[in-house]
C-alpha cells in the first residue's frame, strides 16, 4: 500500500475557493486549479487532421441527400456513437441515415469485408461513417472504395505505421494531430465531428437558408457521458467535462428515454446519478447485447424517444445482462481453475487461458477480472470457428498494442490481425498457434520489465483523522467528481477495530469498524471478502454514501482489508 506524494508547490497556488479536504487529493493529482473548471466553454477545440475534408463531405452528402449509413463497434461507446451520429445528422436534415453494427460472430469487427458486403446487399449506402472503428479496417475500407461508396473513419483506437483507404480519418491519436488530448473514446470523436460540421454548416447559412432549427448538440451529451464512462478511457479536464455536462442532463431527465429505462431497471435515481451508475450499471446491459447477440437492441434503446419503446428495450438488455452473468461466472470458475494447476517458478508475468466452451463475447470480461486478481497482463481466448479470438486486459506499466506490435514483428506469422490501446486489446490466432502465442506473450512482457515480476500496489490518499471520517466530506468527494481513470476517487486507509461483521448477498462482508482511538462506530462493506478471524484490521476505504429511504449516511466501501 503506497501514498500519493503531495505535489507541495502546486498546493500552494490553490485558491480558497477549493475546500481544504480536497486541496491534497487534486495536489496528489498534479491538478491545477484551471483544470476543475467543466463548462462547455473549457472544451478543447477541434482540430484534427483531416477534417477539413471530413466537413467537405458531409457538407456535400446532406446537400445531394445521399444514404449516409453508420457503422459502429459492438459495445456501449460504439453504440452511444452510434447514436449520436444519427441523432445529430437527422438534426441537421438528412433523410437518409441509418445505422448498422456488425454481429461479432458474424462479421468480426469494425468495417469488415463482410459488414461492407451486407451494407451493400440491405443498405445501398453512399457514404459510410464509422464510430469507435475503422482505423486497422484496410480490407473493409478498400472494398467499399472499390464499391464507389465514400468512407469517413472516426476512431480512438492506435493506428499503426500505415492508414486505411479512406476519404477522411478523424483520429486525435493519427501521428503529427494536434488535438491536445489523445483520451477522447469513441462516441467523444464522433460528438467533436458533427460538432465541428455544426459550426461549419452555421458559417454557410445551411441551416437559416433551408429554414432547419438550429442543432443544439448538448442534446447528445447524456450519451457522449455514458459512452466516455463505459470505455474507461482517461479521465482528462476534457473527458471530465463531457461527462459531468452530461451527467448533469441526465439528473434533470433531459436525455434519451433509453438511458431513464435503463437506469429504472437498474433501480438507480436519476437525481442522485454518479459516473460509476454508468459505468457499473447502464454500460454493462447495453454491453450484454453485444456480447451475446446484436447491440443493435441497445442502439434502438438509446434513439428511441418513447419511455415505453425504451422499456421494451431495457427489459431484454436485462435479459441478456442476467444471461452474461452466469456465463461470466462459469468461465471465470474455469479460468481460476487452470491458474490454479499452473506452476509459475519465476512468478507471474502474464497470463494466457483457452478453453474450446468459452463465449467469445465475455472473455474480455473473464481476463480484466483476473488482471485485476493477479496484477498482470492477462489474454483469455474463446473459439471462433477454425480461429481462436482474444481478449487482453493489461497494467499501466505495460502498454499492451505497442507490445503486441513487438510480438507481431518478431513472430511475423503468429498474429492474424489485432488492435487496442495501451490496457486493452483484441486479437486473432490460428488455434495451432496458441502456446507459441503463449511463450512469445510471456517472454514479450518479461523481457519488458526486466525480468521483475509486475507489482501493482494501492495507492492511497494517506490516513484521514477521525474527525475528517464523516459524510460532509463523502459528499464534497461526489461533488467533485466524475472520478475515474487518471482522475482516481481518492483511497484512504486507517487502522480498525471490527466492532460486527456479516456476510450478506452469499459473499459480501457487511461490518461496523471504529478507527483506533476513536468512539465513533462507522458502517462499511467490502464486496466479495470473507470474514475476517479478528477484532483487528488495515483497511483501505473510500468515504460514500449509502442512501436509504430518503435518508442519507456515510458508509466507509473498503478497497482492501487485512487482519492485524
Given at each position: 500500500?503506497?501514498?500519493?506524494?503531495l505535489?507541495?508547490?502546486?498546493?500552494?497556488t490553490?485558491?480558497?475557493?477549493?475546500?481544504?479536504?480536497?486541496?491534497?487529493?487534486?495536489?496528489?493529482?498534479?491538478?491545477?486549479?484551471?483544470?476543475?473548471?467543466?463548462?462547455?466553454?473549457?472544451?478543447?477545440?477541434?482540430?484534427?487532421?483531416?477534417?477539413?475534408?471530413?466537413?467537405?463531405?458531409?457538407?456535400s452528402?446532406?446537400?445531394?441527400?445521399?444514404?449516409?449509413?453508420?457503422?459502429?463497434?459492438?459495445?456501449?461507446?460504439g453504440?452511444?456513437a452510434?447514436?449520436?451520429?444519427?441523432?445529430?445528422?437527422?438534426?441537421?436534415?438528412?433523410?437518409?441515415?441509418?445505422?448498422?453494427?456488425?454481429?461479432?460472430?458474424?462479421?468480426?469487427?469494425?468495417?469488415?469485408?463482410?459488414?461492407?458486403?451486407?451494407?451493400?446487399?440491405?443498405?445501398?449506402?453512399?457514404?459510410?461513417?464509422?464510430?469507435?472503428?475503422?482505423i486497422?479496417?484496410?480490407?473493409?475500407?478498400?472494398?467499399?472504395?472499390?464499391?464507389?461508396?465514400?468512407?469517413?473513419?472516426?476512431?480512438?483506437?492506435?493506428?499503426?505505421?500505415?492508414?486505411?483507404?479512406?476519404?477522411?480519418?478523424?483520429?486525435?491519436?493519427?501521428?503529427?494531430?494536434?488535438?491536445?488530448?489523445?483520451?477522447?473514446?469513441?462516441?467523444?470523436?464522433?460528438?467533436?465531428?458533427?460538432?465541428?460540421?455544426?459550426?461549419?454548416?452555421?458559417?454557410?447559412?445551411?441551416?437559416?437558408?433551408?429554414?432547419?432549427?438550429?442543432?443544439?448538440?448538448?442534446t447528445?451529451?447524456?450519451?457522449?457521458?455514458?459512452?466516455?464512462?463505459?470505455?474507461?478511457?482517461r479521465?482528462?479536464?476534457?473527458?471530465?467535462?463531457?461527462?459531468?455536462?452530461?451527467?448533469?442532463r441526465?439528473?434533470?431527465?433531459?436525455?434519451?428515454?433509453?438511458?431513464?429505462?435503463?437506469?429504472?431497471i437498474a433501480?438507480?435515481?436519476?437525481?442522485?446519478?454518479?459516473?460509476?451508475?454508468l459505468?457499473?450499471?447502464?454500460?454493462?446491459?447495453?454491453?450484454?447485447?453485444?456480447?451475446?447477440?446484436?447491440?443493435?437492441i441497445?442502439?434502438?434503446?438509446?434513439?428511441?424517444?418513447?419511455?415505453?419503446d425504451?422499456?421494451?428495450?431495457?427489459?431484454?438488455?436485462?435479459?441478456?445482462?442476467?444471461?452474461?452473468?452466469?456465463?461470466?461466472?462459469?468461465?471465470?470458475?474455469?479460468?481460476?481453475?487452470?491458474?490454479?494447476?499452473?506452476?509459475?517458478?519465476?512468478?507471474?508475468?502474464?497470463?494466457?487461458?483457452?478453453?474450446?466452451?468459452?463465449?467469445?463475447?465475455?472473455?474480455?470480461?473473464?481476463?480484466g477480472?483476473?488482471?485485476?486478481?493477479?496484477?498482470?497482463?492477462?489474454?483469455?481466448?474463446?473459439?471462433?470457428?477454425?480461429?481462436?479470438?482474444?481478449?487482453?486486459?493489461?497494467?499501466?506499466?505495460?502498454?499492451?498494442?505497442?507490445?503486441?506490435?513487438?510480438?507481431?514483428?518478431?513472430?511475423?506469422?503468429?498474429?492474424?490481425?489485432?488492435?487496442?490501446?495501451?490496457?486493452?486489446?483484441?486479437?486473432?490466432?490460428?488455434?495451432?498457434?496458441?502456446?507459441?502465442?503463449?511463450?512469445?506473450f510471456?517472454?514479450?512482457?518479461?523481457?519488458?520489465?526486466?525480468?521483475?515480476?509486475?507489482?501493482?500496489?494501492?495507492?492511497?490518499?494517506?490516513?484521514?483523522?477521525?474527525?475528517d471520517?464523516?459524510?460532509?466530506?463523502?459528499?464534497?468527494?461526489?461533488?467533485?467528481?466524475?472520478?475515474?481513470?487518471?482522475?482516481?476517487e481518492?483511497?484512504?486507509y486507517?487502522?480498525?477495530?471490527?466492532?460486527e461483521?456479516?456476510?450478506?448477498?452469499?459473499?459480501?462482508?457487511?461490518?461496523?469498524?471504529?478507527?483506533?482511538?476513536?468512539?465513533?462506530?462507522?458502517?462499511?462493506?467490502?464486496?466479495?471478502?470473507?470474514?475476517?478471524?479478528?477484532?483487528?484490521?488495515?483497511?483501505?476505504?473510500?468515504?460514500?454514501?449509502?442512501?436509504?429511504?430518503?435518508?442519507?449516511?456515510?458508509?466507509?466501501m473498503?478497497?482492501?482489508?487485512?487482519?492485524?
Amino acid at each position: 500500500m503506497l501514498t500519493r506524494k503531495l505535489d507541495q508547490a502546486l498546493f500552494d497556488t490553490y485558491s480558497d475557493d477549493i475546500p481544504s479536504f480536497l486541496k491534497p487529493i487534486y495536489a496528489a493529482r498534479s491538478v491545477s486549479e484551471s483544470q476543475l473548471e467543466l463548462g462547455l466553454a473549457n472544451l478543447l477545440t477541434p482540430k484534427f487532421n483531416q477534417l477539413d475534408q471530413a466537413l467537405t463531405l458531409l457538407e456535400s452528402a446532406l446537400l445531394a441527400q445521399k444514404r449516409i449509413l453508420i457503422i459502429g463497434d459492438f459495445d456501449c461507446d460504439g453504440a452511444t456513437a452510434s447514436v449520436v451520429a444519427v441523432k445529430s445528422l437527422r438534426l441537421m436534415g438528412a433523410k437518409y441515415v441509418d445505422f448498422l453494427v456488425p454481429n461479432r460472430f458474424e462479421h468480426g469487427y469494425g468495417l469488415s469485408c463482410e459488414i461492407v458486403q451486407l451494407a451493400i446487399l440491405e443498405k445501398q449506402p453512399d457514404l459510410i461513417i464509422t464510430v469507435d472503428n475503422g482505423i486497422s479496417s484496410f480490407d473493409g475500407a478498400r472494398l467499399a472504395k472499390q464499391s464507389n461508396i465514400q468512407v469517413i473513419i472516426t476512431d480512438h483506437h492506435l493506428p499503426s505505421d500505415s492508414l486505411p483507404e479512406a476519404d477522411a480519418i478523424i483520429n486525435p491519436n493519427l501521428k503529427g494531430c494536434e488535438f491536445l488530448s489523445k483520451n477522447l473514446a469513441g462516441v467523444g470523436v464522433c460528438f467533436y465531428l458533427f460538432s465541428a460540421l455544426k459550426t461549419h454548416l452555421s458559417k454557410t447559412q445551411y441551416f437559416s437558408k433551408r429554414a432547419i432549427p438550429l442543432p443544439d448538440l448538448r442534446t447528445v451529451l447524456d450519451l457522449v457521458a455514458l459512452g466516455t464512462v463505459a470505455d474507461v478511457v482517461r479521465l482528462d479536464q476534457n473527458n471530465r467535462i463531457l461527462i459531468d455536462q452530461g451527467i448533469k442532463r441526465i439528473q434533470a431527465k433531459k436525455c434519451t428515454p433509453g438511458i431513464l429505462a435503463l437506469l429504472e431497471i437498474a433501480n438507480r435515481q436519476p437525481a442522485t446519478l454518479q459516473a460509476s451508475d454508468l459505468g457499473f450499471a447502464v454500460g454493462p446491459r447495453l454491453n450484454a447485447a453485444g456480447r451475446l447477440s446484436d447491440i443493435s437492441i441497445g442502439i434502438k434503446c438509446l434513439l428511441t424517444t418513447d419511455i415505453n419503446d425504451a422499456r421494451r428495450y431495457a427489459k431484454e438488455l436485462e435479459e441478456f445482462n442476467q444471461t452474461r452473468k452466469q456465463e461470466q461466472a462459469r468461465i471465470q470458475a474455469q479460468a481460476q481453475a487452470i491458474v490454479d494447476a499452473q506452476e509459475f517458478s519465476q512468478g507471474k508475468f502474464s497470463l494466457s487461458l483457452f478453453d474450446p466452451s468459452w463465449h467469445e463475447g465475455i472473455v474480455g470480461i473473464v481476463a480484466g477480472k483476473l488482471k485485476e486478481d493477479y496484477h498482470c497482463p492477462v489474454a483469455v481466448f474463446a473459439q471462433s470457428g477454425n480461429f481462436l479470438k482474444g481478449s487482453i486486459r493489461s497494467i499501466p506499466s505495460v502498454h499492451i498494442k505497442d507490445l503486441l506490435d513487438l510480438v507481431d514483428r518478431k513472430n511475423p506469422n503468429l498474429i492474424l490481425k489485432f488492435g487496442g490501446h495501451a490496457m486493452a486489446a483484441g486479437l486473432s490466432l490460428e488455434a495451432q498457434n496458441f502456446a507459441a502465442f503463449k511463450e512469445a506473450f510471456n517472454q514479450a512482457i518479461k523481457t519488458h520489465l526486466n525480468n521483475e515480476v509486475p507489482k501493482v500496489e494501492l495507492l492511497t490518499d494517506g490516513k484521514l483523522e477521525a474527525f475528517d471520517i464523516c459524510l460532509a466530506n463523502a459528499q464534497i468527494i461526489q461533488q467533485a467528481g466524475p472520478w475515474g481513470q487518471g482522475f482516481e476517487e481518492p483511497i484512504f486507509y486507517g487502522k480498525f477495530e471490527i466492532v460486527e461483521q456479516k456476510i450478506v448477498g452469499e459473499k459480501h462482508l457487511k461490518c461496523r469498524l471504529k478507527l483506533n482511538g476513536d468512539t465513533q462506530v462507522h458502517d462499511a462493506i467490502a464486496f466479495f471478502q470473507a470474514p475476517l478471524d479478528s477484532k483487528q484490521a488495515r483497511a483501505a476505504y473510500k468515504l460514500s454514501i449509502n442512501t436509504w429511504r430518503g435518508e442519507s449516511s456515510l458508509q466507509l466501501m473498503i478497497e482492501q482489508i487485512k487482519a492485524i
